[in-house]
DNA sequence: CATCAGATTAAAATAATTCTAAACTTGACA
DNA sequence: TGTCAAGTTTAGAATTATTTTAATCTGATG
């Protein structure tokens, strides 16, 4: 339970509607957490990206590509471009608020946990799972090219149906 | 020293000239060698699938993407498509002959190195250089999910200069 | 050496992502 | 509160890596 995830209770599921957008919020909590975080990020507060934060870091982790979050917008009745989703997820990312994830060559994945851990990846579907930083031990590695400073070791572990 | 790749001495770098193509070979080692290699792996060995493995098995471990190889292709002399450059990829990756690594999502590097290891990625430079398998430990998988087996395991340390 | 499945190719098509330039918003300040 | 510069958003065009298409070749086999 380490999470930083932030999880209301009964706030409508997209908060922001096109014509009351600065809105009370209760007790103002769900709000103003996303908007610090904005904030602290440095990032102005803007209604799409509150938005798409509230989209992002309302439901536990995520792992998403652009397409699927603009869907997700879509849905939840958010209008956004997709250029704004792409330029959103790289600026979090910048920010820290989001960790980017390679595991297919075609499309990029972002994850919502910031916590250090790997993935479980599977090749039939392109979905994705979490393994916790401590199931999985990188012991021994080897020495780092002269100069050279270690930005992250990623460990992808590709799973398939067993059978064939 | 357990690579399998073929070092020859005295050959010209691709060998294969637009005119004459059923070359002797000398004493008959590296075309049969890669002939063979094809034939083993169910690939007719047509003049670009030689050339592209001569190309790729000849220089020793390599980090390679269509781009890269075609462009050697080029400078080699050998007429290869674009196109046949990734058909052919893909199918030296599925016979087995070469294995796709995940570092970047935007291109795909194929790796002729087969044996057990992991990579060194430059962020900066998107090169790529291999770790010796027994030169990384991931230990302690966690519980793979049910009814799936793993299919592989890959492990990507990022690196970038040490500095700021 | 005729045949044909499999291979190659140029060119068009696709998919994911980035860029561009114009049209907004936002926050600051008079 | 009105104004404005700087930062944002957006539609759509552009780019990049890769795949598909359809036509044309080529290697293996009889």
Redesign the pocket.
């Known amino acids: 339970m380490t999470r930083t995830s932030i999880t209301p209770s009964g706030i409508t599921p997209s908060g922001i509607t096109p014509s009351d957008d600065a809105a009370p919020a209760a007790e103002g909590r769900p709000f103003s957490q996303i908007l610090d975080r904005l904030r602290g990020a440095g990032?102005?507060?803007?209604?799409?990206?509150m938005a798409l934060a509230k989209l992002l870091f309302d439901g536990g982790d995520r792992h998403l590509?652009?397409?699927m979050l603009h869907a997700d917008a879509q849905s939840a009745n958010v209008?956004?471009?997709?250029?704004?989703v792409?330029?959103?997820l790289?600026q979090f990312h910048r920010a820290g608020l989001l960790r980017e994830i390679v595991v297919d060559?075609?499309?990029?994945y972002f994850d919502t946990n910031m916590s250090d851990h790997h993935h479980f990846y599977f090749d039939e579907t392109g979905e994705l799972s979490d393994i916790p930083g401590d199931q999985v031990e990188v012991a021994a590695l080897p020495p780092v090219p002269d100069g050279m400073a270690v930005s992250r070791v990623d460990v992808v572990v590709r799973v398939r149906p067993a059978d064939a």
């Open positions: 990032l102005r507060p803007t209604r799409q990206r590509t652009a397409e209008r956004v471009s997709l250029a704004t792409y330029n959103t790289h060559s075609q499309r990029t």
